[in-house]
């Protein structure tokens, strides 16, 4: 029974032995057919490939470097005003706080002020009462022009009265010579000569008293002209009352508009330091704070330090994107508007202002970003990476490698502007040329290579 079991277990390994053979030749046999199969489909390399290089290549990419300079930038409000009070008193109402919008012209707080209220109604009195003296200037003009009128017209019928009594006299004189003749000759009574006599001196005094009369009225028509430029010069003087009756009442009506605080410009309120109640002190009476603080949104003005090599290069009108990484990256297009025209003579930067339109009012006075400032435009000239520039000789030349006719040639050419990660290149390369970009090998003009596009 023993020998039996040995022999069953012999019979059995003897078995399992001849099944893992015949398992091991058939998964060879699989593995041969297939080596044949992928041997049959790839055909063998060349002996000519094998030995050429393969260089990486790239074509010229049309469009120059943009020449542009990125520094930080904080955002400003455009303008930014404290607003005092101009008259003393207590705050009667403030319709605004800290946040609030307004508009140009916009009432933002008054004061009560019952002084330059008062002080409004008594400078309309006063200016009642100079126009009412002026009025009257006025017609004294008027009375004194006409008693100037009346004295001129008596010195004329003085005048004419005097001509009158001369023919008079004249005549009077005549006939006593006459009658005195008669006389001298008896033929008339002296009686006679005595009244002829008598009206000769008649109407000689009565030509004196005439004469004098005329010097009279000329006296008066003087002294009626001399009030006449009097009263005109009255009436300036009431005009020129009037004038500054007007200035005073404009003036109270100025002090009395300045109880009320108004809005300069659009804005919003950024600052605010009393309440209504409180008594406020004019700036002119020695207050110091301001009652609210406005500041501009719809435009801001982003401040921006350009270093000393991109100052000359820096123009107003340069177009400039704001990057803001407290609005998760966001970017606004703005412009350079001002240009301080002087460098800091410790950081040798310039101050730059860029005018950034700000409708949505994201962009916030205190902000701070990164100022992409676009000096020069991309020009159409040709670019290449700078590995594929293999010599500089200064002044702007350089050379590159070329592949032509699967041969490398050296191609001189005319270097621009360089960002350190592409290159211009003026001249001396076509759009199409395949310019070598890496090689495993160094190379040498007309060697004999693979080109293939650079990843």
């Known amino acids: 029974m023993k020998n039996w079991f040995v022999r069953s277990r012999w019979h059995t390994a003897v078995v399992l032995c001849v099944i893992a053979l015949l398992a091991f030749a058939f998964r060879l046999a699989g593995r041969g057919a297939r080596a044949r199969e992928n041997k049959e489909a790839v055909p063998a390399p060349s002996q000519a490939d094998a030995i050429t290089p393969r260089v990486d290549v790239v074509v010229p990419r049309v469009g120059g470097i943009e020449r542009v300079t990125v520094q930080p930038g904080s955002v400003h409000a455009f303008e930014s005003v404290d607003l005092y009070a101009m008259v003393s008193g207590y705050l009667k109402s403030q319709e605004v706080d800290i946040g609030s919008r307004v508009k140009k012209g916009q009432v933002l707080a008054a004061i009560d002020a019952p002084r330059e209220v008062a002080a409004v109604a008594e400078s309309a009195a006063l200016l009642a009462q100079s126009s009412a003296r002026a009025v009257q200037a006025e017609a004294l003009v008027k009375a004194a022009e006409a008693d100037r009128e009346t004295a001129a017209a008596t010195v004329a019928q003085t005048e004419a009265d005097i001509e009158r009594l001369v023919a008079n006299r004249r005549l009077a004189d005549a006939q006593y010579r006459r009658v005195k003749s008669l006389y001298e000759q008896n033929a008339v009574d002296k009686r006679l000569v005595d009244e002829q006599a008598r009206d000769f001196e008649s109407s000689t005094a009565a030509e004196k008293t005439a004469r004098l009369a005329v010097r009279t009225a000329e006296t008066r028509l003087a002294g009626a002209g001399v009030k006449v430029e009097q009263a005109r010069a009255d009436v300036a003087e009431a005009k020129a009352a009037v004038g500054v009756a007007e200035a005073r009442l404009e003036k109270a009506r100025v002090d009395l508009r ?39 949104t719809d435009l801001v003005r982003v401040v921006v330090r350009v270093p000393d090599r991109d100052v000359v290069l820096t123009d107003p009108g340069d177009p400039v994107v704001l990057t803001i990484d407290g609005l998760e990256g966001r970017s606004f297009r703005g412009t350079v508007a001002r240009l301080a025209n002087s460098e800091d003579h410790t950081t040798r930067t310039m101050r730059v202002e860029v005018d950034v339109p700000n409708a949505g009012g994201l962009l916030r006075d205190g902000m701070y970003g990164r100022a992409t400032i676009e000096l020069e435009p991309p020009s159409q000239r040709l670019t290449v990476p700078v590995g594929c520039v ?66």
Do not use: M, W
Not at 269 to 293: E, K, M, N, W, Y
């Open 390 to 455: 293999v010599e500089r000789a200064g002044k702007g030349r350089g050379a590159v490698l070329v592949v032509r006719a699967g041969k490398i040639e050296r191609f001189n050419v005319v270097l621009g502007a360089d960002n350190g990660t592409l290159a211009e290149v003026e001249s001396g390369l076509a759009p199409d040329d395949q310019v070598v970009l890496r090689s495993n090998i160094p190379l040498e003009p007309g060697t004999a290579v693979i080109a293939q596009r650079a990843k």
């Open 258 to 296: 300045y109880a009320q605080v108004v809005a300069p410009f659009d804005g919003v309120v950024t600052h605010r330091a009393f309440h209504p109640g409180a008594f406020i002190c004019s700036a002119t009476d020695g207050g110091q704070s301001p009652l609210l603080t406005v500041a501009r």
